[in-house]
């Protein structure tokens, strides 16, 4: 049955059918759990200190995919070599502060800020007591800072229009606020990396504070505030000093990328993908993510395919399309990466066939502990009625694994088909698949290590990604650009 269905589905879609002879098979097989292993074993060691974007870490990883690119023999695409250099800048607060009657608050200890500005010496703001908001309409608060004791993304929007340079918005329950300072604390003072290098321009402040503190600022008391509540103009204005200052420390940082050009259609490019980075280690390094899975599965699968594809080449079965193998960095901290190639790309976007990006192989999640030989396939019909039908017949044919598609439902909750390096090209255009094992316990987290890894389901999800490769470098037609439903830019 399985075999019918492939055949059917082979005519259709290649105008031929494959069989279990086809040269790809060969070449599936050299990707094994052994290499994967021995790969995946230096890339998540404790050498590689979790491979943090700008860091010592991540560029072991670096040196460690330019060598082994280097010695399977395909050329490094960018002007000769296997690196695309470019800075990014990470951000940190440096002083943040509000004074009230000459006693600095700061922030992480009695509030927390979050927004955008930079400022040279303190700001002095009158700031005016709002209530919940509803009688914005008729206050003026232009240049002002505004004291709200409710708070929601209409009014946010209502406050930036009415021209506030501050928000201080107040809590509905100060012990609770307190209770959770030290880990708002912790997501807030964190480092942001950004390609951008402007220091904040002080538009947009928000100081999430206890009411306490509000009561303190506005030389009031939380009984006056609350007795205020439906008249806020009976709170006196009162002006508050405050600061913030950002740091910028500039960051060198690479997308790794090796090339193997094709015959015939060499002009027309499929990009297979990973992210090499992770999220690092703790100060003094005593607690290392080593990310085995994340996305060291991801980047060890690649670099297999790599090499399978190389040994095709040099035997005489190189693919028909060029292929370019991309590990990019920065996808931890927010698909910088790939955002920056696919502004910057080597190869032009418009002859960029498809992409396929695994992050994270190397697992089986909680769902599928009695159906190890699975994958997760996210976005396969996104862009065009094609990928998913060539991403099937190769699996039928090839690997006859669950092709589990739970992810594609819009209305799911994860939106994991915004959350990796596979989005950037989508939303330039290029059809793509996100391979993925699904979350699990250990994701993010120190637990994240090669002992966990399922090399032998992991190794045939990596020969599925190889045979749907193998057929969309090989097959006459690109796969075309003809369904453009639900993008979502706003994530
Ligand atoms: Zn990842």
Known sequence: MRKLKASILGLLVLGFAATAQDASVKYAKTITPEDMRSKLTILASDEFEGRETGTEGQKKASAFLEEFYQKIGLQGPVNGTYRQKFSMYQSDWSEVYVKVKGKKKMNGVDFIFSGSANMDKEMKLSTVFIGNGDGLADMDVKDKGVMVTAFSRELLTKINEAGAKAIFRMSANDEQFM????????????????????????????????KEMGAHLLNSSVEKIDAAADNPASIKPSTIRLMVQEKLVELGTE???????????????????????????????SVINNGADDDGSGTTGVMEIAEAFAQAAKEGNGPRRSILFLNVTGEEKGLLGSAYYADN????????????????????????????????????????????????????????????????????????????????????????????????????????????????????????????????????????????DDMDYNR
């Not at 959770?180 to 290098?197: E, W």
């Not at 997308?255 to 990009?271: C, I, P, R, S």
Request: charged letters at 25%.
């Open 179 to 210: 209770q959770t300072m030290p880990r708002q604390a912790r997501r807030s003072m964190k480092s942001r990396l950004r390609f951008d290098k402007e220091l904040g321009a002080n538009q947009s402040m928000i100081f999430n504070i206890t």
């Open 255 to 285: 997308n790794m990328m090796a090339f193997l050009e094709g015959t015939d259609l060499k002009d027309e490019v499929l990009v297979i993908s990973s992210h090499y980075d992770h999220i690092g280690q703790n100060e003094d390094g």
């Open 345 to 484: 790309p080597i190869f032009p976007l418009e002859n960029t066939v498809n992409n396929l990006n695994i992050d994270m192989i190397g697992r089986v999640d909680p769902d599928h502990e009695n159906d190890r030989d699975y994958v997760y396939a996210i976005g396969s019909e996104k862009l065009s009625s094609h990928l998913k039908i060539i991403s099937e017949y190769a699996n039928i044919t090839y690997m006859g694994m669950n092709l589990d598609y739970r992810y594609d439902d819009p209305a799911d909750k994860n939106r994991f088909y915004y959350r990796s390096d596979h989005y950037n090209f989508a939303k330039k255009g290029i059809p793509i698949i996100f391979y993925f094992n699904g979350t699990h316990a250990d994701y993010h987290r120190p637990s994240d290590t090669v002992d966990k890894i399922e090399f032998d389901v992991m190794a045939r999800r990596a020969q599925l990604v190889f045979h749907t490769a193998w057929i969309l470098a090989n097959r006459n037609d690109r796969t075309p650009v003809d369904r453009t």
